[in-house]
């Protein structure tokens, strides 16, 4: 199993700022995955975050608007640049561990 | 285009009632996987299934794999108030999980 530990939980940010949100895991990964979710829907996948190489991001995400560090095996960052009340969403981290995917508890974001 | 199409998206029935999720798509997935989550947390996995045909129980939640691995039910027997939350079925695509729109369910005393 993995434990992930993301930080802030919350934020009320701004429109015009960015914020950063770290995600730690209690164990070495190869991939950690960024999700975005509005309230009571789904996950859409933002970006892959490899350790040593750039982020894969998927369709529809750019690396300009949601930048993202990898810096060693058990850390990343992903920042939500620019931030319009669009950006209002759940931001969660993920790995996969034998085959078993496990989340931090979100960052639950509103801009203003 | 939705990738997984997860039916319904919503559900709201009487404690004691059964009730079955769908989860449909036009690709085939090595694995599929269906999470169960809780407001302010993450999704947490409820199980996995791989091969097609597959039948899986957990307690009252029965899980079932297509034959050709490209949809995928839940069934729960007799819901309780305990079982209410957002379920979310995702397939494993080339080592990315996809996720379908989720079912929240509501069970009510």
């Known amino acids: 199993s993995a434990v992930i530990s993301q930080k802030p939980s919350r934020d009320i940010c701004q429109r015009g700022t960015s914020l950063t949100i770290q995600c730690q895991v209690d164990s070495q990964v190869t991939m950690m995955f960024w999700y975005r979710q509005q309230p009571g829907q789904s996950l859409t996948l933002i970006a892959t975050a490899n350790q040593g190489s750039e982020a894969t991001y998927e369709s529809g995400f750019v690396i300009d608007k949601f930048p993202i560090s990898r810096p060693n095996l058990t850390f990343s960052t992903l920042t939500v640049s620019n931030m319009s009340p669009e950006d209002s969403s759940i931001y969660l981290c993920?790995?996969?561990?034998?085959?078993?995917?496990?989340f931090g508890q979100g960052t639950r974001l509103t801009v203003v | 285009t939705q990738l997984l199409e997860q039916s319904p998206q919503f559900l709201s029935i009487q404690e004691g009632e059964n009730l079955t999720v769908y989860c449909n798509s036009s690709s085939v997935f090595s694995s599929l996987q269906w999470y169960r989550q809780e407001p302010g947390e993450g999704p947490v996995l409820l199980v996995t299934?791989?091969?097609?045909?597959e039948v899986k129980k957990l307690k009252r939640l029965t899980f079932q794999f297509g034959d050709a691995r490209k949809d995928s039910s839940l069934h729960i027997t007799a819901a309780q108030p305990g079982d209410t939350g957002l379920y979310l079925c995702a397939g494993d695509l080339g080592g990315k999980l996809i996720f379908g729109q989720g079912t929240t369910l509501q069970v009510k005393p």
């Open positions: 299934v791989v091969t097609g045909g």
């Open positions: 993920s790995v996969a561990a034998n085959t078993e995917a496990f």
